[in-house]
């Protein structure tokens, strides 16, 4: 049962100065704005707040305000340099408490912070892969979980910093699970007696969180399946007639504006010819990211369409240090670089009356080796040995007429 943290309960209070704003802080990380002098208070003035979620980021804010921040202000002093922002230590995005925030760089970020890297790891393979190209942290289309974030109490705090610390220190990778109550439980973690390790048991109770399917329960916003009906690791796409293959436990559906609506024949054909040059293959559930059509290619069977697609978008840093996917089309030829775009390989099969759209790499991988890689799927990389052995036999028996 969630507990409900008490705004009043705090042990200090302090104030400062945030963009022109003036603040009450306490280490709960609760936050009171003050009117602005000699005018008459507004709607987010002078009351206690822990803020409101923000469901596109996960952080909480007042009037817009990132609370962390200003908590961060307030009891660390004002931002080093621009180059810092507010590191929560145990990744929850709505513990504002003091002691769990940091100024930090956005490299200490990802690798003094152990939930992090470990994050990070899980996404881009390794640590080294993501120095040599950091986009590919901001490039997955997997949807950030902010389900499990809350407000906390100070109990709470410490006991969930315990869980992620003993789960990122481990060597085990995800289970599958997804974060939830047990980050906060109130029982104790037991230690190694021989019988089951912290991060044993923190699976066992990250696996109460799933259904009988091994799978997150369904959310709201996918359309009504019977569980009879539902195919393990596919969920419907929000474009009528698609699916797409799950990859991670937070994957949210997507569009997929190339699916063909009508259509007769072959379903593959349909779909292929709507795969014209920069046409829109996939676009992500909050619609701000797309990847479009750079070339595609059947299998031998023609039971799979395999599309190469580039990001239509590039990131640009904002005024409050993070960054966000500004479309490649909103910009100057001069203002962004093709190196900056990254690519991806996708399949499409139909499948019990829906076009499938799985991912041939999960990870972010150089253009020339996705290359490589649909010549393979499309069966031009055999052909070509094909035809060069068939050349080699026709020079040898030139060479050697028997």
């Not at 200490?108 to 080294?128: F, V, Y």
């Not at 960054?323 to 099969?349: H, R, W």
């Not at 972010?364 to 649909?374: A, D, N, T, V």
Request: with cysteine; proline share 6%.
């Amino acid at each position: 049962m969630q507990i409900v943290v008490d705004i009043n309960a705090f042990k200090k209070e302090t104030e400062c100065i945030y963009k022109d704003e003036k603040y009450a802080v306490r280490d709960n990380g609760a936050v009171f704005r003050y009117p602005r002098d000699g005018k008459r208070p507004r709607k987010y003035d002078n009351f206690w707040t822990f803020g409101k979620p923000n469901d596109k980021h996960g952080y909480m804010e007042i009037a817009s305000v990132r609370v962390h921040i200003i908590v961060a202000t307030a009891f660390h002093g004002p931002k080093p340099t621009k180059e810092h922002v507010v590191n929560h230590i145990d990744t929850n995005r709505r513990n504002n408490r003091p002691d769990n925030l940091r100024w930090v760089t956005r490299l200490e970020n990802a690798l003094d912070n152990p939930i992090t890297r470990k994050r990070i790891i899980m996404r881009c393979g390794s640590i080294e892969a993501f120095l040599a190209n950091p986009s590919l942290l901001r490039e997955s289309d997997v949807t950030p979980d902010f389900s499990w974030m809350r407000t906390v109490t100070d109990a709470e705090a410490q006991v969930s910093k315990e869980r992620l610390l003993a789960w990122a220190e481990s060597d085990k990778q995800a289970s599958g699970g997804a974060l939830g109550e047990w980050v906060y439980g109130r029982q104790s973690i037991s230690q190694n007696d021989g019988q089951s390790s912290n991060v044993d048991e923190i699976d066992k109770l990250q696996s109460d969180s799933l259904n009988g399917w091994g799978q997150i329960p369904p959310r709201a916003y996918e359309r009504p399946v019977e569980p009879e009906q539902r195919k393990p690791n596919v969920m419907l796409s929000l474009t009528p007639g698609a699916a797409q293959e799950i990859y991670f436990y937070n994957d949210k559906p997507n569009e997929y504006p190339c699916t063909p609506q009508e259509y007769s024949g072959d379903p593959l054909t349909a779909y292929a010819a709507n795969l014209t040059e920069n046409a829109v293959y996939w676009r992500n559930n909050n619609g701000d990211r797309e990847y479009v059509v750079d070339k595609y290619g059947f299998s031998e069977d023609r039971n799979s369409l395999y599309i190469m697609t580039k990001s239509a978008y590039v990131w640009r840093s904002q005024d409050d240090g993070d960054s966000m996917p500004v479309p490649t089309a909103n910009l100057n030829k001069e203002e962004f670089s093709e190196d900056e775009l990254n690519y991806q390989l996708g399949e499409v099969i139909y499948d019990d009356n829906l076009f499938v759209h799985k991912r041939v790499e999960t990870g972010f991988m150089p253009k020339e080796y996705l290359e490589e890689l649909f010549d393979e799927c499309i069966g031009k990389k055999n052909k070509k040995i094909a035809d060069g052995l068939i050349l080699s036999v026709i020079l040898l028996l030139f060479c050697y007429p028997i």
